[in-house]
């Protein structure tokens, strides 16, 4: 079992910064694929980013130059440092991982272990 606790949600204007934290426990961390996905009321859940567990991270285009996503591997925890915000991308933010061993990208389709969410408000 893997457990995924997030933290670091909040609300900030336009322009704005929030970082995101994500800290897992109950498995071999490194061997996870781990990201972020996000839901905005009325809307389905879409993924945001995601790190594999040789490295490799991709952005959907939305955040790319916006958003970074890291490991610490010494921690077990995943962050998501979000930069220039917009109300867009008002939403649930939810941590995923995955123990498939295969090639996990951004826009999703993975995903057998969630966190509870964590909101991101932006205001205009």
């Known amino acids: 079992q893997v457990q995924l606790v997030e933290s670091g949600g909040g609300s900030v204007q336009a322009g704005g910064s929030l970082r995101l934290s994500c800290a897992a426990s109950?498995?071999?961390?490194?061997?996870?694929?781990m990201g972020w996905f996000r839901q905005a009321p009325g809307k389905e859940r879409e993924g945001v980013a995601a790190i594999n567990s040789d490295g490799r991270i991709t952005y959907v285009d939305s955040v790319k130059g916006r958003f970074t996503l890291s490991k610490d591997n010494a921690t077990n925890t995943l962050y998501l440092q979000m930069n220039s915000l917009k109300p867009e991308d008002n939403a649930m933010y939810y941590c995923?991982?995955?123990?498939?061993?295969?090639?996990?990208?951004?826009?999703?389709?993975?995903?057998?272990?969630w966190g509870q969410g964590t909101q991101v408000t932006v205001s205009s």
């Open positions: 995923a991982a995955d123990t498939w061993g295969g090639y996990c990208s951004a826009r999703g389709g993975w995903g057998n272990y």
């Open positions: 109950g498995y071999t961390y490194s061997s996870l694929c």
